[in-house]
């Protein structure tokens, strides 16, 4: 082996030690991967590790001559080197049966067909101490291929077949990213390994190994951190489709328990209460069943046809005032609707008179759009700002608190509640005017 050729070997292998030494760490400070996933990186790279080293210590030992020792060294790190390369192609086909979603991975003929190709791999490997015939190293610390070299290299090359193979009879459990970083694992080595075979002295693999890793590492962990966001969305989505499921059903027990209260006391009423509630459902059933924000106009045409069955039901005792500087803005559907409701049954009715006045109000602050809905009711302590509900041990109340978190969500916007006892409550919402809505 010439000089310039050692020269080139111990900068692949330095460079192999680093970049396996980076991704070892890499894996070990990183949190988002899923854990099983950071298990086999982790068991990837430390093997990664351990191949590359055994070849940096017989790059470094190979010129040692005055004693027995070296000679012995060299069989023990080439047996490591052989023995850890073959490891990693079985690791691969495991890894790549876990993402394509086999939990029983162990039992599965890809894993079984790899596995018997590492045992024949191996026992090749062992025999070659008894026989010298796939390689040798002599008393004078020299290295010499056998007869059977190529012999020992088929193993791996059919394991790496058989992980592409797997690949194409998985595509369609593998997302993109992660058939792309099996084919690119299983390839590199593969063809570094063909060179390294016809090209004596240049070590290859190591490095196609270790860049292959990288490769790999940085598919899945992108693959991973998309599939989280991903979850997270839908998570976030079908949190706030339960929000709104909640107060859905909860305006229309609302409306027909007022209805009903009618009903009790003035036919007339109740036959123009449930006109009212007809009309209403009729021209706004598509809002009130959309998760999407809804013009503010939208939504105050629903509040509108709620506090026309109040005026109904409660007659000159409820008093409504509107103070509209805009009503160009957004927000979720049926955010309004609670507030007045919240202002009507725990502001004006908990008065010892009944009456009252519900004030809805809107303006611009600089940039953002302020939203307030205030009653003239009994307040509360701020002390019990937790207690924004209202809902006095009704159970079937859906409090400010799913408004609040709604308006957060979906709009990223603020509910502020300002109350004092004896002075009334006001409930504010504030929205950037190019916020999300």
Known sequence: ???????????????????????????????????????????????????????????????????????????????????????????????LLYQSGEKKWFVSPFFRVSLAFWLVYVVLLVSNFFTGAIYNVDQY?????????????????????????????????????QRYAFIIYSVFPMIAMVIQSRVFGIHLIALSSVIAAVFMLTFIFSDQTERYYIKEAENSRLKLDIL???????????????????????????????????????????S???????????????????????KLRFGDDLSVEYFLATTDFKLPTLTLQPLVENAVTYGIRK????????????RFLGDVVELSVEDDGPGFSNDNNEAISLAEGNKSHVGLANVRERIESICGGKLIIDSEPGKGTKVVIRLERRGKC
Not at 288 to 310: C, I, N, S
């Open 351 to 362: 008065k010892n008179s009944g009456k009252g006045t519900v004030i809805i109000r809107t």
């Open 141 to 177: 610390n020299i290295y010499t291929r056998g007869p059977l070299f190529p012999v020992l290299v088929a193993p791996t090359i059919l394991i790496m077949a058989v992980n592409l193979l797997a690949v194409f009879v998985k595509r369609r459990s593998l997302t993109k990213k």
């Open 1 to 95: 082996m010439t000089g310039e050729i050692r020269t080139i070997n111990l900068i692949l292998v330095v460079a192999g030690l680093v970049i396996a030494t980076i991704g070892l760490v890499q894996v070990f400070i990183s949190s988002n991967i899923e854990k099983k996933t950071r298990y086999f990186f982790f068991l990837l790279f430390a093997v990664l590790d351990l191949y590359v080293l055994c070849i940096l210590t017989r790059g470094l030992t190979y010129s040692r001559q005055d004693s027995a020792f070296w000679p012995l060294l060299s069989e023990i790190v080439l047996f490591g080197q052989a023995f850890f390369a073959s490891v990693l192609t079985v690791i691969i086909t495991a890894f």
């Open 244 to 286: 709104l499921a909640q107060i859905q059903p909860h305006f229309l027990y609302n409306s027909l328990i007022t209805i009903r209260h009618i009903c009790g006391n003035d036919a007339a009423k109740a036959q123009e209460a449930i006109d009212i509630f007809v009309a209403y459902l009729r021209h706004n059933m598509d």
């Open 288 to 310: 009130l069943t959309t998760d999407r924000p809804v013009d503010f106009l939208t939504e105050l045409d629903h509040v509108k046809g709620y506090l026309a069955l109040q």
